[in-house]
């Protein structure tokens, strides 16, 4: 029998339909062992957020500082696994607070190592560099990382930002004022996502995972758009700035560095509606004398390697 355990943290439910689409056919092979361990917080995060909690957890997110978590002692993360399937959301181009928190216990360290892992990713548009981390964090806990599935919202980027918003802040998956696209991954991609577990299912009884993301990507697993490879690492790079900077104010929640996030919260909106235009017009005038260096990063992005430092 081959255990599978999936770990998650989904705050709207959508990362954990995703999961179970993925492993649909797993749950029903009699050869396979699927359970299931929910990441849970001490402090939790409010969904729907409030605009202070959405924007004070920015440095946090950003520079990954772990927070309490609760029920490490379950019983689940006491087995050795075949496979774990970690799904996981974007918050800030970087792993959500409580993934990055968990595999930052001794609890992680001990299941994940010398575990064939598959992330799941669940998220509006980029997550190549949250992708980047999260190779680092499982080299770190001494993990295998044997495949990548990324589900994002297919609507254009500031058809996106608005829905998204909708989303978090009132809690419900609808048409913004009725004329709106719904927000996150569609349903039909949601569903859909169950032809990865047939792949999946087959490198987990033949005891091989080298070649799985090539036949997880020939499935559209990944979908690399070259435009948002830019935008992701030049995000990151201001990102990292201003996290060192509002850090530097004050610890989280303290109202010294609330102007700060006041500041920072101006500042996306006019990267998101100002500043993505003008780098998206720079992109296509270097896109023909760039053309070989973005296909070398499609391929890399779309792969389970990580590249050395």
Known sequence: ??????????QSG??????KNITQDLENSKEVEVSYYEIKLKKEYPFPWDKKTFYNTFPETFLQVPTDLEDLNNPVLQVKYDLIILSYQVWYLTPSIPINSFLNTSE???LLKNTPVITVIGCRNMWIMAQEKMKKLLVKNKATLVGNIALVDRHINHISVITI??????GKKTKYLGIFPKPGVSDKDIKESRKFGNVIL??????TFENLQDKLVEKDAVKIKSFLIVMDKRANILF???????????????DKRQPFIKLFSIYLSI??????PIVFLLFLLTFIPLSGSRKRDKKYYSSVQLKKD
Do not use: C
């Open 1 to 10: 029998m081959k255990k599978v355990l999936v770990i998650y943290f989904s």
């Open 14 to 19: 959508q990362l954990l339909d995703i999961s």
């Open 108 to 110: 992680a360290y001990s």
């Open 165 to 170: 918003l909708h989303w978090m802040m009132t």
């Open 202 to 207: 087959y490198s987990l009884k033949n005891n």
């Open 240 to 254: 990292g700035k201003w996290a060192n900077f509002i850090n530097s104010k004050g610890e989280a929640n303290s």
């Open 271 to 276: 990267a998101i509606w100002m500043i993505a």
